[in-house]
């Protein structure tokens, strides 16, 4: 059985008269990515500084990588990764420099440090730039340069603070690859992300953090389906055929003129076929057959009464 990476029960921090979280419960699965998601001032940030160790919490029982964070943070740096929102690239010197300057900070032996230091700047497609300075790579170069050094010293478990902010559809779509990569070696990834579409496509599980509590948890599925709006649409082009139809089915709205049904539902298998069993009996086909969910947009405005959330650029192909 899959043990826990990150588990946190109770953890509150407050600054002054302000609670930033509120008493949060985690449990991220070893080898999973677990994204936390929410608008601009959400305590995001705060809960990825609290269980790195770079911030006390007020409250709480934290565990990460099996060890208590109170009684033995250095036991905890030792087994993960930070990448924060912002680069730690220094820009004044080579990427090579870069990924040298982390071998040291790690102790890696001289011979060590450029071996792994070659290995993670040919993975992560940055072997013709590393002579170059860092200052000369774009965005999406930076990110990776950064989440290559954040691996010299061979974490298990990576905490990413919005990687992609700011970075072009193309490079998104690379920091995706490399993050499912990650995890496909055995890396558990703590994502915190704003963008809905992030958390859609990456996570195993999704907890939506919001005035400093978990608003809800599950997988992006669950979570679309606790937002009303789900239906399955029917439509027909034989008007005979229509009108059986509705007659079968419960609880339809119609359509006389598209003639269309829609019948409300979650979008589940067993929904599914009990519209599906309904027709059969009734001895009639549709044509046409679609089913709606709300998507994480929808969800997302539901749970933290409409708060915003950066737009992303729209891409023609996923």
Same mark, same amino acid.
């Given at each position: 059985?899959?043990?826990?990476?990150?588990?946190?029960?109770?953890?509150?921090?407050?600054?002054?008269?302000?609670?930033?979280?509120?008493?949060?419960?985690?449990?991220?699965?070893?080898?999973?990515?677990?994204?936390?998601?929410?608008?601009?001032?959400?305590?995001?940030?705060?809960?990825?500084?609290?269980?790195?160790?770079?911030?006390?919490?007020?409250?709480?029982?934290?565990?990460?990588?099996?060890?208590?964070?109170?009684?033995?943070?250095?036991?905890?740096?030792?087994?993960?990764?930070?990448?924060?929102?912002?680069?730690?690239?220094?820009?004044?010197?080579?990427?090579?420099?870069?990924?040298?300057?982390?071998?040291?900070?790690?102790?890696?032996?001289?011979?060590?440090?450029?071996?792994?230091?070659?290995?993670?700047?040919?993975?992560?497609?940055?072997?013709?730039?590393?002579?170059?300075?860092?200052?000369?790579?774009?965005?999406?170069?930076?990110?990776?340069?950064?989440?290559?050094?954040?691996?010299?010293?061979?974490?298990?478990?990576?905490?990413?603070?919005?990687?992609?902010?700011?970075?072009?559809?193309?490079?998104?779509?690379?920091?995706?690859?490399?993050?499912?990569?990650?995890?496909?070696?055995?890396?558990?990834?703590?994502?915190?992300?704003?963008?809905?579409?992030?958390? %859609?496509?990456?996570?195993?599980?999704?907890?939506?953090?919001? =005035?400093?509590?978990?608003? #809800?948890?599950?997988? &992006? @599925? $669950? +979570?679309?389906?606790?937002?009303?709006?789900?239906?399955?649409?029917?439509?027909?082009?034989?008007?005979?055929?229509?009108?059986?139809?509705?007659?079968?089915?419960?609880?339809?709205?119609?359509?006389?003129?598209?003639?269309?049904?829609?019948?409300?539902? %979650?979008?589940?298998?067993?929904?599914?076929?009990?519209?599906? =069993?309904?027709?059969?009996? #009734?001895?009639?086909? &549709? @044509? $046409? +057959?679609?089913?709606?969910?709300?998507?994480?947009?929808?969800?997302?405005?539901?749970?933290?009464?409409?708060?915003?959330?950066?737009?992303?650029?729209?891409?023609?192909?996923?």
């Amino acid at each position: 059985m899959t043990g826990l990476a990150i588990a946190a029960n109770g953890l509150r921090k407050s600054y002054g008269d302000k609670a930033v979280l509120d008493g949060i419960d985690l449990a991220v699965p070893e080898g999973t990515i677990f994204s936390l998601l929410g608008p601009n001032g959400a305590g995001k940030t705060t809960v990825v500084k609290i269980l790195s160790t770079l911030v006390t919490a007020d409250a709480g029982e934290l565990r990460v990588g099996g060890h208590d964070l109170a009684a033995d943070p250095q036991a905890v740096r030792a087994t993960i990764g930070v990448t924060g929102q912002f680069s730690a690239v220094d820009g004044l010197i080579t990427g090579e420099e870069n990924m040298l300057l982390m071998a040291d900070l790690h102790h890696l032996s001289r011979r060590e440090g450029r071996r792994v230091s070659a290995e993670l700047l040919e993975r992560f497609d940055l072997a013709e730039a590393a002579s170059k300075p860092a200052s000369t790579y774009s965005g999406g170069m930076k990110r990776r340069l950064d989440i290559a050094m954040t691996l010299v010293g061979g974490p298990r478990i990576i905490f990413l603070d919005e990687p992609t902010t700011g970075l072009d559809p193309r490079s998104r779509h690379t920091m995706w690859q490399i993050i499912r990569e990650l995890v496909t070696g055995g890396v558990t990834v703590f994502l915190t992300t704003q963008y809905l579409e992030e958390a %859609d496509e990456l996570a195993h599980r999704i907890a939506v953090l919001h =005035d400093g509590t978990i608003a #809800a948890e599950g997988t &992006a @599925d $669950e +979570l679309k389906r606790i937002v009303p709006g789900g239906h399955v649409r029917l439509r027909f082009t034989d008007p005979a055929a229509y009108r059986k139809a509705a007659s079968a089915l419960r609880e339809v709205t119609r359509d006389d003129d598209a003639l269309t049904l829609r019948i409300p539902g %979650d979008g589940s298998q067993r929904e599914l076929r009990a519209v599906l =069993d309904a027709l059969d009996s #009734a001895g009639v086909e &549709a @044509d $046409e +057959l679609t089913v709606h969910t709300p998507d994480l947009d929808d969800v997302f405005f539901a749970l933290t009464g409409g708060a915003a959330v950066p737009a992303q650029p729209k891409e023609a192909v996923r």
